[in-house]
């Protein structure tokens, strides 16, 4: 962590969030937010004592104990009990990339100081973050409504020396943690613990790395197609800029011009072709890979917006003279774009499985399952089913999440969003995506050495050397499971390697 990352009042865009994952800067909290947190507490802290002052969460109960008020001298002890009793999340733990995504963005929406934390709260945040110490939090828990409350609370337990966490990789006890590190831990004053654990941090984390990763995979489904297009010695036609122009769909567009450009130069390509119109799955890729990039724009607008925002209840507003109790915690926005999200990549690896299917059908004058000795040897016929399982899982995980409501907190709660678990499985759909490409990638692979001796085009024929360094091609049967795996990461490396491939 040798780069510095500071929190102030300007936004935050998911580009930087890329560059966040990637470099794993120091964080530091700047002046003006500083300024803005510390007026908006010493503004609560003297209304919190005015005669008669109640205000929900801060000297009252939660949910439906709302009404039950709390002296003065249990204020602390509430905001402790609050994070202790909400600390009940279940399932795998979350990925370390998503944990310091919602780190970075709890400070954040803490720094705009409308939450009415103490800055050394939030420093506190910041120095956990900065000493590697990340909390371990469950996937599941949240209903994503008031807040993400059980993930935040995994998340707010180490500021305290209480829970689990991973202290440079390893798994320990948070007060181990912290005492290796050399941290002390705080002791939470009144409204903190809301603050903490109201806000959609859970989701907006999740959502913003799904985001991330469907922008890397879909300029990878574009070259994958590219591939496939030669390999099944398909018609470049449809991918002319007239008939993108005449439709005028920018996504439309785009997925056309990558696929003319990875096919630039190609012999198979240029070759005069016995067939009149190829399948859906090869003519309308820029119609269907240009429709998903729509929906991801779509969705980065939603959480860009949202990363920037406060989330959590009651907001302080100390120019203003305002405590006002609201719903900014609900994670409707979200679940409504997190479940679109899952929609759209799902047909990424729905499109893909089907130009697999019909690589390996003996069609186009390749042998059927792309082995010479079909029937002694079953080639790439097994592939296949497991891009249809995995196409499947996924219809299955694009079943929207928003569309549910489970009533909590006694009546209270009475509508939720289910944002948190179409967050989870949202990602779950763009995980599965590549694994589908890959297997896309590794069956196009095989069919180009068909086609030989005409080549694809020198960057397709440049990427497929350095691919079989890695993958030799198919003559007999062998175990294929590890060429998956390898293709998997292959792809991940090239993305990194090519400025072609780069979103």
């Not at 560059?19 to 909290?29: G, I, K, N, Y």
């Not at 003297?46 to 005669?51: A, G, Q, T």
């Not at 590697?132 to 949240?142: K, N, T």
């Amino acid at each position: 962590m040798s780069h510095s990352f500071t929190i102030n009042n300007e936004p935050i865009s998911i580009t930087q969030l890329t560059d966040f994952l990637d470099r794993q800067p120091q964080l530091l909290l700047g002046d003006v937010a500083k300024n803005k947190v510390q007026a908006n507490r010493h503004f609560l802290e003297r209304k919190i004592h005015e005669p008669g002052a109640r205000y929900y969460g801060i000297n009252t109960g939660f949910g439906a104990l709302c009404d039950v008020e709390i002296a003065n001298d249990q204020l602390e002890q509430l905001q402790e009990n609050l994070v202790m009793s909400h600390a009940c999340g279940m399932g795998d733990e979350v990925k370390p990339e998503v944990v310091r995504l919602m780190m970075l963005l709890k400070a954040k929406g803490l720094s705009l100081g409308h939450s009415g934390v103490c800055v050394e709260t939030v420093e506190k945040l910041i120095e956990l973050y900065n000493h590697e110490i990340y909390p371990v939090i469950w996937e599941v828990g949240s209903l994503g409504a008031s807040g993400d409350l059980a993930p935040l609370a995994h998340l707010t337990l180490p500021l305290m020396g209480k829970g689990w966490v991973r202290y440079k990789g390893e798994k320990m006890d948070a007060k181990v943690a912290l005492k290796k590190a050399g941290v002390t831990p705080i002791k939470l004053k009144a409204k903190e613990g809301l603050a903490l654990l109201n806000g959609t941090q859970f989701m907006s984390a999740w959502g913003c790395y799904s985001i991330i990763e469907a922008e890397r995979v879909q300029k990878l489904a574009d070259f994958t197609a590219a591939v496939s297009v030669d390999a099944f010695d398909a018609q470049t036609g449809p991918f002319h800029p007239a008939i993108q122009r005449v439709r005028n769909h920018a996504g439309q567009i785009e997925s056309a011009a990558n696929v003319l450009q990875f096919l630039a130069g190609s012999k198979i390509a240029a070759q005069t072709k016995n067939n009149v119109q190829d399948p859906y799955s090869f003519r309308c890729v820029p119609q269907v890979h240009g429709a998903v990039k729509f929906a991801v724009a779509q969705v980065k607008e939603v959480f860009e917006k949202e990363i920037n925002a406060v989330t959590d209840n009651p907001l302080i507003f100390e120019e203003e003279d305002l405590i006002i109790s609201g719903g900014n915690f609900h994670g409707e926005p979200l679940a409504l774009a997190l479940d679109y999200l899952g929609i759209a990549m799902s047909e990424l690896a729905s499109i893909s499985e089907r130009r697999t299917f019909q690589l390996i059908s003996g069609k186009r004058g390749l042998p059927k399952f792309l082995v010479a000795d079909s029937g002694l040897n079953s080639g790439l016929m097994i592939p296949q089913y497991t891009a249809a399982a995995i196409v499947s899982m996924n219809k299955q995980l694009a079943t929207p999440a928003s569309v549910d409501t489970i009533t909590s907190s006694d009546g209270q709660e009475d509508h939720v969003s289910m944002g948190a678990n179409a967050a989870v499985k949202t990602y779950k759909i763009v995980y599965n995506i590549e694994k589908v490409l890959a297997i896309e990638l590794m069956t196009a692979m095989q069919a180009l050495e068909f086609r030989q001796p005409l080549s694809s085009s020198p960057f397709i024929e440049q990427v497929k050397n350095e691919y079989r360094k890695l993958v030799p091609a198919y003559d007999t049967d062998r175990i294929i499971y590890p060429d998956i795996q390898i293709t998997v990461d292959f792809m991940r490396d090239i993305c990194k390697k090519y400025p072609e491939l780069k979103p």
